[in-house]
């Protein structure tokens, strides 16, 4: 009976204890260095970013190469509305909304005339998009300034609620929060809604339609699934998602430019997607942790490291970084190659491809 | 049953891919009950024929109506809904889902939860080779199964007409009699059966009319009973 009550408890316990951890572990951070608890708040909005993707990759199998330009949209979005660039200083909580919807149009925008293109061919033409957003962003500061071009925008207002202001230091508590802290807790709280609402979206009809097209498309239809609106949901919630990833970025970096979004940030966040498990929101969650955190720790190994050994640092760590990470996907696509934590429908696909000739 | 509009109703149906004409106006009627097929050689049109009825090819308007109203180039989302069910040639399963799940994908456009699992039961019923396979994929079935699970999947939106492209593609003849066995129950049960074959034999057998295409075109409709003894169908289409 003890046991049993026990083993009902068990996940609870878990939870909380999870929950707990995640409550101290920017002030257990803070202790090393502010650094981390801000290499924290960048993992955090690439699991945002991450699932964004997971959902147009993912869950609705369409491959968009061009997805960090849905990020640069909702950046670029509250950059202009709370800046010195205009001198409008518009409340986050009315810009946020606003850039998830513009970001949304674009990703309706992008996914209407790709409709009926699969695989390579819709990865090369959302490649095409995001580089010519980027090149916008990068040369709307003529003949009207609009973006300020290759310079970028800054002095960008962090987030405030009254006197709340999420850029400033606070003592609570008789507890230092600084900026970077309090904007952990905020993404944290957002990255749990976006993780309910996957999970909602993944066991709902939607959820269902999307996993019939990525099968097979014609049947979806002849099930009475409409595929047209089917798939331009999945662009336009991907690309809203990444729209409120782009504006907490702006106002937790207080300064963007284009090249924040450049294509290899595409790539990164796909990798993520990929590596984690495409289909399964812990395992993108993880492969986002996964890759923010291990180059972050790599830099701040090797270079001591090979001071220490050799006294001068003969192997850039950036070197050493992608050396690593074409390793690992290497290594992942020939033992995993769903990914750390594949879905189950992943798996089942994978495991029959290996199989046949 | 004169007096009454035919639930499907094809008229001077055109289809053509590019400058190729598939199907060249044709004229075809399937009564409310009635078990239709269409024979005729490869290449004569007669897969056109059903996805342009299924609504995945663009046509007329004018050229196919259902229950009277004008379902021409309508898509096939919006036809399932009105009661129109294909199981496309191929079969067309859902390779990497389960049986169970490839049925409740059939299920859809469909909420009635109870119903539907009343529904699954009647499938399980007319399929037991299926209920042992529930959580196996269906890429993983015998081809014969596989039809079946395609079958199934088309009976879960509960259609009024059910269009089946070539059910005996590629399957045993034991298989195939006992697919026509089946299909020819689920008519019985009531829904009214457009087949398109090219084991005109068999199914002619089990029709109670046929249209027989060539190149585009109808070149002959008639009972089923009457086409099995026209010379001109013994000699091209049964092999005597
Ligand atoms: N997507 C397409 N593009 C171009 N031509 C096509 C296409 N689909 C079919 N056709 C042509 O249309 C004609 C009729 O094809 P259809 O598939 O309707 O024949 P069928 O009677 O079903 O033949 P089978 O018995 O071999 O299945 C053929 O000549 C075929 O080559
Ligand atoms: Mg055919």
Redesign the pocket.
Known sequence: MMKLDLSARLPWIGIVLVALALAVLPFALAGIGTTWVRITNLALLFALLALGLNIVVGFAGLLDLGYIAFYAVGAYVYALLASPQFGLHLPFWAIIPLGALVACIFGVLLGAPTLKLRGDYLAIVTLGFGEIIRIFLNNLSQPVNITNGPQGISRIDSFRLGDFDFGKSEMLFGLNFSGPIKYYYLLLLVLIVIIVVNMRLQHSRIGRAWEAIREDEVAARAMGIDTTRMKLLAFAMGASFGGIAGGIFSSMQGFISPESFVLVESIMVLAMVVLGGMGNIWGVILGALLLSFVPELLRHTIEPLQRSLFGRSIVEPEVVRMLLFGLALVLMMLYRPAGLLPSAVRRRELARKSVEP | MNARAPLLQVTGLAVS??G?K?VKGIDLEVASGEMVCLI??????????LKAIAGLLPVARDSIRFESEPIGGRPAFELVRRGLALVP?GRGVFSQLTVDENLAMGAYIRRDHAEIRRDLDNIFDLFPRLKERRQQTAGTLSGGEQQMLAIGRALMSRPRLLLLD?PSMGLAPLVVARIFEIITEVARQGVTVLV?E?NARLALQRCDRGYV?ESGVVTLHDTASALLDNDQVRKAYLGE
């Open positions: 891919y590019g190729i598939a005729g050689a490869n290449g004569a049109g007669k897969t056109s024929t040639e070539e398109v090219q295409m």
